[in-house]
């Protein structure tokens, strides 16, 4: 079965430092997100992107952080200024539809991020 | 925006017991509410899913079913076994969007 794939699995930074998280999403699909789950917490909306594009961000989802898709590959979130409580648990995922019946949302491993 | 709300935030259950977990909505709007199941340092993953236009839905051991008038769902495990044993999340889609709203989260242990 087709998998979102996450890189790096964990990743600790310094307090400041930039850090880039990598996706892979499944190959037909069209919509990609980035969630976010501090640890204990639920997860949480962070971003939607389609055709080149945010389609939607929660006010989490400030002026720190940032996503692009380089290539016809890959998704990444960038996030800038690295601070503690940015430590969290980040899933991307993808989806083939986006709409009014909605559809489902298929998550990658996540990358663990450590802010020290 | 949308709210989720979920309960019980713990669920003990003896092993061939049923457990149920509830979710409650805020946003009428709301037509998507998939359930995810996530293991220790694991990604959520979706084990079952019901759209606004029917109110319960069977896969195996688990139902979901959903009352729009009230505005909650449910997640129904019969017959658990140990491997159930995970962080359950329900979540909200809105109208015209893929964005999930989710639910705190249920940890559900099995008893053996």
């Known amino acids: 079965e087709p998998e979102v794939t996450q890189t790096p699995s964990h990743q600790v930074t310094q307090m400041g430092q930039e850090v880039i998280l990598r996706c892979v999403p499944i190959?037909?699909?069209?919509?990609f997100y980035w969630y976010r789950q501090i640890l204990g917490q639920k997860v949480e909306f962070l971003v939607s992107?389609?055709?080149?594009?945010?389609?939607?961000k929660s006010e989490i989802f400030d002026d720190q952080f940032s996503v692009e898709r380089p290539d016809g590959s890959n998704f990444t979130l960038k996030i800038r200024s690295t601070k503690l409580e940015d430590s969290a648990m980040y899933f991307c995922a993808s989806s083939e539809f986006y709409g009014f019946t909605g559809n489902t949302i298929y998550f990658g491993e996540g990358s663990w991020l450590t802010v020290v | 925006g949308e709210n989720v709300e979920q309960h019980p935030s713990t669920l003990s259950v003896q092993e061939g017991d049923s457990a149920v977990i509830k979710c409650t909505y805020s946003d009428s709007a709301s037509n998507y509410f998939p359930w995810y199941k996530q293991e220790l340092g694991k990604r959520p993953q979706l084990i079952i899913d019901i759209r606004s236009n029917v109110g319960e839905k069977k896969d195996q051991r688990i139902a979901v079913t959903l009352n729009k008038t009230a505005k909650h769902f449910s997640l129904h495990i019969t017959e658990t076994q140990p491997e159930d044993s995970a962080v359950y999340f329900c979540a909200a889609s809105l109208l015209g969007g893929n964005k999930l709203v989710f639910g705190a989260g249920t940890i559900l242990r099995v008893k053996s």
């Open positions: 992107f389609y055709n080149n594009e945010i389609s939607e």
């Open positions: 190959s037909n699909h069209l919509y």
